[in-house]
């Protein structure tokens, strides 16, 4: 882990939806504003995973979409 790459708060309002050991706050969420965010980093390991395009028109526009 680099330093500068994890969360240590979150704003009032949000849940812990999803951590791990490195990220504490990976998935975050405030379901009553409908805000939401995922910490994560697919170029970590030196090149962008396979299907990264997928999954980034996944967040961004499906479950950006959803009421």
């Known amino acids: 882990e680099e330093p500068g790459d ?4 979150i704003p009032d309002g949000f849940q812990v939806s ?4 490195a990220a504490p706050y990976a998935i975050v969420a ?9 910490q ?7 090149e962008i995973p396979p299907h990264f395009d997928k999954l980034f028109e996944t967040l961004v526009f499906k479950a950006s979409s959803t009421t």
């Open 30 to 38: 405030d379901d009553k504003r409908k805000f939401y965010g995922v």
């Open 18 to 21: 999803g951590k791990s050991e």
């Open 6 to 9: 994890r969360v240590e708060t």
């Open 40 to 46: 994560f980093h697919p170029e970590r390991r030196g």
